[in-house]
């Protein structure tokens, strides 16, 4: 049976949504918006493959304008939560040929346009296949000869969604009988149907892809939020992270901890990435720390301990196995790219006798890195046991306390210095903090120091702070405080003075 998806949403200014906005994102317009005083622009988006704006009988023609009609509808409502536009988004079955695809979305709108409704079509496709599917955008007044009239409140109901299931089942499976596909989509639920299935959810958007493009932060590449998605998705996940699943910006979107962490909400954010990164590069190519199966390990059997030790050495040589595999089947590719860009450049005169330009020595570097990886990964496997590790000093120091160190160094690494904890001033500061504060202050104040003790907190005569002060009220003339500087000179200064005199006065 071919997938079944339609959504049926509200387009509303209590959102704050424009519904010259949403026409001009799914026509892939830029469309003049006179109600915000800017364009609302998404002009050139290359997964618009339709657009068509359906007018049902006796509507003015200046309606097949998506500016002017769409601008009309903001202008026609006045409550500031007023309800724009209503919104049919449904999945093309990819069993559906792509001919098919504008006569089932000029059907599906055909039904409300007979109803009253002026309805904007745009079919969207990625060029892959993926997800095709259609976004109808329906006006919700009546339509005159001179506008928009009064709302439309039939479709305001539930059996509006329900009727729209029903019409897009029956129009798609007529277009699929017809294309000789040999399959069906049905409107029904898994429970109506007497199928004892969990139903698939409906992903959607990533919510930090559109927060990290809206803000201007880098994105997540796409394998990476296919891998945080596949985590997301596991049963039970956020017992797996109770400490993080209980914050507000639950789940993690970037790998920079965020402000406010405690030491063991910071330890689950590396665990969470390090469980994405497992996702991303298998558990082959990224294999289980052995300070975590080292902590892990501690209150059990010193047998179990062995085996698990011999596990974490068998998963570290399989890794190795599979980089080598992998290994074998880039270096050619690699070697044919090293090859076209050295002919390339000796094509346009750059010289090509760089060390790093000889193949046989990237190969061979290459290589030892592996290995040289590989053996310290099993050394490091080897000593999954409980004996000390040495600290940076040398000290011996217990596995859990290293591992903690390095957490709290990646974690400081990682904080953001902008948004670094500042301590309060202390007129923002609590009252009842100020007023501790000053008592303690007062006690200090208080303590009664001895004669004898007070020679301790005078300053001798040479370290006067405040010698400056006599200086600059001295009445000696600052040229007559310079000339005593030099009286170490003796007579020969006073008779350079008088021998040369114009001389000294211009050396001056």
């Not at 704006?53 to 097949?64: K, N």
């Not at 049919?88 to 089932?104: D, G, N, S, Y």
């Not at 709302?151 to 277009?175: C, H, S």
Request: aromatic share 6%; no cysteine; net charge negative.
């Amino acid at each position: 049976m071919a997938i079944y998806h339609l959504h049926v949403k509200n387009i509303s200014r209590r959102d704050g949504r424009s519904a010259v906005a949403a026409a001009a994102y799914r026509a892939g317009e830029t469309l003049p918006n006179d109600a915000e005083e800017k364009d609302s622009a998404f002009g050139g988006k290359r997964d618009v493959v339709f657009t068509e704006i359906r007018l049902p009988p006796g509507a003015p023609a200046w309606m097949s304008d998506r500016a002017k009609l769409w601008n009309a509808v903001e202008a026609a409502e006045k409550r500031k939560d007023a309800r724009l536009a209503k919104e049919i988004e449904f999945a093309l079955p990819v069993e559906l040929p792509r001919r098919a695809w504008e006569e089932v979305a000029r059907s599906m709108a055909d039904v409300y346009v007979t109803r009253g409704h002026v309805v904007d079509i745009a079919i969207h496709d990625d060029g892959t296949l993926r997800n095709p599917h259609v976004h109808l955008m329906l006006t919700t007044r009546a339509v005159g000869a001179d506008g928009f009239k009064l709302k439309m409140r039939e479709a305001d109901g539930l059996a509006f969604v329900t009727e729209a299931r029903q019409a897009w089942a029956v129009i798609a499976n007529d277009a699929l009988g017809k294309a000789g596909a040999g399959v069906e989509i049905d409107a029904r639920s898994h429970a109506a149907r007497g199928i004892d299935q969990l139903p698939t959810v409906h992903r959607g958007p990533d919510p930090a892809e559109r927060r990290a493009r809206r803000w201007g932060r880098p994105m997540i590449e796409h394998d990476t939020l296919e891998a945080r998605r596949e985590l997301l998705g596991e049963a039970r996940v956020r017992d797996r992270f109770p400490l993080l699943s209980g914050r507000p910006d639950w789940p993690p979107e970037r790998r920079e901890p965020v402000p406010g962490l405690s030491p063991d909400e910071a330890r689950e954010w590396g665990t969470f990435w390090r469980e994405v990164d497992k996702r991303l590069w298998g558990p082959e190519l990224y294999p289980p720390r052995p300070n975590e199966d080292r902590i892990r390990l501690e209150n059990q059997d010193p047998i179990r301990v062995g085996e698990a030790a011999k596990k974490l050495l068998a998963d570290v040589e399989r890794g190795a196995a599979v980089r080598e595999e992998v290994l074998e089947d880039l270096l050619p590719v690699w070697r044919e790219l090293h090859d076209a860009v050295r002919e390339r450049m000796q094509a346009d005169g750059y010289r090509t006798d760089h060390p790093l330009d000889d193949w046989k020595r990237v190969e061979a570097s290459l290589r030892e890195f592996d290995a040289k990886l590989t053996e310290l990964r099993l050394q490091e496997a080897e000593r999954t046991g409980l004996e000390p590790v040495p600290d940076p000093d040398g000290r011996p120091l217990h596995p859990r306390e290293l591992e903690e160190a390095e957490e709290r160094l990646i974690f400081e690494e990682r904080r953001p210095a902008s948004r670094a904890a500042v301590p309060p001033r202390p007129e923002r500061m609590p009252v009842e903090e100020r007023v501790e504060a000053r008592a303690a202050v007062d006690r200090q104040n208080d303590i009664e120091v001895s004669e004898r003790g007070t020679d301790k907190y005078r300053l001798a005569p040479h370290e006067d702070r405040l010698d400056w002060l006599d200086a600059a009220h001295s009445p000696t003339p600052a040229a007559a405080r310079r000339e005593d500087r030099l009286d170490w000179l003796g007579d020969r200064e006073t008779e350079r003075s008088r021998t040369d005199g114009p001389e000294r006065e211009r050396d001056r």
